[in-house]
């Protein structure tokens, strides 16, 4: 039987849907693709929820623009980060084929604007000089900017639920791609944080809910994630911020750890984002949509 | 591609620590212009301690700079960045609780409250961490994420075709910078001006706002202030940060409150109490568009300069910051 934190939760995404379908990131608000998406996840595969989630598919699909991107929201135009959120939902909803190769095709195209040939000269006539390693491609928040570790990780995660449906030697090595830039880009103490470990070559310190997210896309990379692991077991016993725990949760779970779950039988927070990924962080939430396969 | 095309593209990748900036380049080539005519009156006042009464100076201060909220939609902008117990990273709570206050007093018909953080996805337990919710009236209701806030298209904002703002931004009569003097290892300084970067929403640009970056951190300062005119600002300066900021630095107490409504005057006053050449910093010389960082143009109201002036350290690339 589910408890009182599942079903306030629940009953607060299915109460704050918006009549085009889609999620605000608060009550009343706006629909925007995050937080529709994460309340997706979480609905998933809930009788009661059937209806809720073919209205808000049909709203992320209609967000898909021609140059197979997504935009971030009923106010935004242009595609952003939020492409591999939607291409993420094809493996789980009802989908074209022509759609989620689409949305493999603007991921593939998209890379972090730090490798671009103008940089490269820069640094040559010492200009400037890159403190990372900008060898591995990676993912921006928006394209023509820089790459940083939450797009990344998003977008791994995305092509690697695509490459279980139909293999491809391209989407296989941008995801080897972006595993590595995640790994060149951990912090001192072995996690992450926005993705700048070093500043004028003075560390950076890592934060929990980038920690967890690194190891979500690092999945079946045991090896190298034995220090952020133990980091994210630590950060789950400290950390305050609700939204870094409920990533926390996530992706342990995710690596077959089992995290005390708070009893706590108040209301939700009238935050739907964070109550879609607290929804997803239960034992019994559908924290597994986060799973990938391991790619050859 | 000119050359200063070449050095803004560094900073663009430099910001948030992908690369060492080579700061002695940067924007030799802008002149400090006259600005608007006539004067800017900037209040300096004395506040040694965040357990004295702020209400009172912060007060005069405003006074003395003619502000008028009487009927208007005010937003109160700190500077919420990230936390650490040790150290005075943001806006401190009692300021924001004082300048609320003020505010009230002066017959602000809402007083609303917004921050949108560069790095941090959870804004609330930031604000949390910093006694926000604990040390501002109805801190919860009047606050806005404006990383994730709705947000409206405008156009011509930094060259750009459209660019995103919230819409507690857009919708305000006037903002309120509450910020944090500090200096800045990419900027020299981050005082009134660059506190708008947090009026940039997240949930379009990303965490961190790496678009201003391309655009350019001192163009992008201009611009955010050129689009939000309506902006009244107010420094803590009473433990600021010196050496590494906005994050890495140390305390330093300047115990001061400066305060206007030209921010580019505020922010050349503020650099002067720091032991920084406003005309040396690269965006307070673009800001010479838009307001007065010529001393003999701001018209100093409260504690003069020499009173309160407190050296700041500087990382070794801003040196060359120093006032002579």
């Known amino acids: 039987m589910a408890d009182v934190y599942v079903e306030n939760r629940r009953a607060l995404l299915l109460r704050t849907q918006n009549v085009d379908g889609g999620w605000g990131y608060f009550p009343g608000k706006s629909s925007w693709l995050e937080p529709t998406a994460y309340a997706i996840l979480a609905l998933h595969g809930q009788g009661q929820s059937a209806d809720s989630l073919a209205r808000a598919w049909r709203l992320v699909e209609s967000w898909q623009l021609p140059n197979g991107s997504w935009r971030a929201g009923s106010q935004v135009q242009d595609g952003t980060w939020v492409t591999a959120l939607g291409l993420t939902l094809t493996s789980l909803m009802p989908s074209s084929d022509a759609a989620r190769s689409k949305a493999v095709d603007a991921l593939l195209r998209t890379d972090g604007a730090e490798r671009c040939t103008k940089f490269r000269i820069m640094e040559l006539l010492g200009l400037g000089h890159i403190e990372e390693d900008t060898s591995h491609a990676a993912w921006p928040w928006r394209p023509g900017t820089s790459s940083w570790i939450e797009p990344t990780v998003h977008s791994v995660i995305a092509l690697k639920k695509a490459q279980a449906l139909r293999p491809n030697l391209d989407v296989a090595n941008r995801i080897r791609e972006g595993e590595e830039m995640i790994l060149s880009r951990r912090c001192a103490d072995g996690g992450w944080n926005h993705g700048a470990p070093v500043a004028l070559k003075i560390p950076i310190g890592s934060y929990p809910e980038s920690t967890a997210l690194g190891l979500l896309a690092l999945q079946g990379r045991g090896k190298e994630t034995g220090a952020p692991r133990e980091l994210a077991r630590r950060y789950y016993a400290i950390t305050k911020s609700p939204l870094a725990r409920a990533w926390l949760a996530i992706a342990l779970r995710i690596w077959d750890e089992h995290p005390e779950f708070p009893v706590d039988n108040a209301p939700p927070p009238g935050d739907i984002m964070l109550a879609a990924l607290q929804l997803l962080a239960h034992p019994e939430g559908n924290h597994d949509l986060f799973r990938t396969r391991e790619i050859a | ?324």
């Open chain 2, 1 to 324: 591609m000119n050359r200063r095309n070449f050095i803004g593209l560094t900073a663009a990748v430099a910001t948030g620590g992908y690369a060492a900036l080579k700061t002695s380049e940067l924007g030799k080539e802008q002149n400090v212009t006259d600005g608007p005519p006539g004067k800017s009156a900037v209040a300096v006042l004395k506040a040694t301690s965040y357990s004295a009464d702020l209400v009172q100076p912060m007060l005069e201060g405003v006074r003395a700079c003619g502000l008028n909220v009487r009927g208007k939609r005010v937003l109160l902008k700190p500077n919420l960045v990230e936390f650490d117990s040790a150290t005075c990273i943001n806006t401190d709570a009692r300021v924001i609780a004082a300048a609320y206050e003020v505010m009230e007093k002066l017959g602000a018909a809402e007083i609303l409250i917004g921050e949108g953080p560069g790095h941090r996805r959870d804004t609330y337990d930031l604000a949390s961490e910093a006694q926000y919710f604990a040390s501002v009236p109805d801190f919860e209701r009047r606050f806005t994420d404006l990383n994730r806030d709705d947000v409206r298209p405008v156009s011509g904002f930094a060259e750009e075709a459209t660019f995103y703002f919230p819409q507690t931004a857009l919708r305000a009569d006037l903002i309120v910078s509450l910020a944090k003097m500090k200096t800045h290892h990419w900027a020299g300084a981050t005082l009134s001006m660059k506190n708008l970067f947090g009026l940039v929403p997240g949930s379009v640009y990303g965490w961190p706002k790496n678009k201003l970056h391309y655009i350019g951190i001192a163009e992008s300062i201009v611009a955010l202030n050129a689009q939000f005119r309506n902006t009244f600002a107010i420094v803590d300066g009473i433990i600021g940060m010196e050496g590494n900021g906005p994050i890495q630095g140390r305390p330093k107490q300047a115990g001061v409150l400066v305060m206007g409504g030209d921010v580019a005057a505020v922010d050349a006053t503020c650099c002067r109490i720091m032991g920084i050449d406003p005309e040396k910093v690269d965006y307070l010389r673009l800001a010479s568009q838009l307001g007065h960082i010529r001393p003999d143009r701001i018209e100093q109201r409260g504690e003069t300069i020499q009173e309160v002036h407190t050296r700041f350290e500087l990382i070794g690339a801003f040196e060359r910051l120093r006032l002579a």
